[in-house]
């Protein structure tokens, strides 16, 4: 019999040992069956959203630093903390689990765990939590890091910051955008009801919200043929700001791994041309084997720097790498692998590829899928252009924050989590002067 937990806590510790993301992680593991996958993810997911107020806990249970524990011991017990305070398993049970897990190490790690568990399920967690004041209180409570916490309530007040942290607990919105190079909508949509997925319509034609399913809409056959992907659908709306015509020559930077790059040759037909840009073979590689299966023929890829990058375009997209802020409940291990320097040092290639962007066509579309101003509202006013309105069926953007002051807040467009049932993300339109 497999053992899920023990799993997941494999992959925690590859998380949090090799910094990669949890769905890479999880990705080594797709030899097991549907049911399967689901149970691993939703430990790893669900452990890593409340990271910080479970080790809190084991911190009250252990005599040592939770980081002087061997890591697999250190996720099985951070997993058994889960089980026990979130999932609803009964504590004994919880305990036994982990104990003959860690026993497989040897027993010294499964007299330990035993005895941290046994601690653990004497803890009364809001006790603890409501003895503390302030930001700390905040973090634990809505299990954000403290930075975090601050930031968001100095960005949106204080009811809108506990609002869009307790989405980012929630399990991230799924939408479907059919792909009209291979099929139509309405063969997606009997399709996927003849397969049990309930779907509603969203504001866009081609894309749709996933209600229900017996089985992950990425699970079916048609998703592996290329006839649909699962995109958000802020994500989906940028092809759309971007706008683009048919014979257009279009320069996407920072493409990989190229989901917004199929649906903009989708809108266009795959007539005209898109040059997709990104600096990573490996994203590359992973590009050209999705945009083959997707059906594009109208993409001529670069392996190349898109701050430098150049090729004279009538529009380019800039969805460079991001803070990946606004996408917490998909990418939890983000709240707990931030680095303010590589934060900084990400803002200023952003800033670079944006004006290289400018350099090289009339119309520029830049997103991130991140909440923060520095790289949103904050890039966008530092360079040489006009700000263009568009439709906007979300939220305009920050007027100020931390006394800097944007102007033109209500020409660009952000969607939050906690009000647009999709990722949070930041979209803006600028011609060049």
Known sequence: MISTQKIAAEILRVVEEEGISAKEALSRYAKFDYKIRSSIHAYVFETLKRLNTIDFILSKCLHKDINEINPFIRNILRIGVYEMKYKGVHPALATDSAVRIAKERGRRFANLVNAVLRRVEEIDVDKEIERLRGIKKLALKYFHPEWFVKYLIDLLGYDEAIKLMEANLRNQPIYVRVNELKTSIESVIRYLEENNVEVEKTFLDEVFRVLSYERHPASLEWHSKGYYVIQDLASCFVAHVLNPEHGDRILDLAAAPGIKTSHIAMLMQNEGKIVSVDNSKERVERMKNKLKVLGVKNVEIHLADGCKFSFKADKALVDPPC?????????????????????KATVKVQRKML???LRNADVVVYSTCSIMFEENEENVSSVSSKLVSVKNPFSFGIKEFRGKRFKAWRRVIRTFPHKHNCSGFFIAKLIAF
């Open 323 to 343: 803070s990946s802020t606004g996408t917490l409940n998909m990418h939890p291990n983000v709240k707990w692998s931030f680095d303010y320097n590589k934060f």
């Open 355 to 357: 004006e290289n962007a």
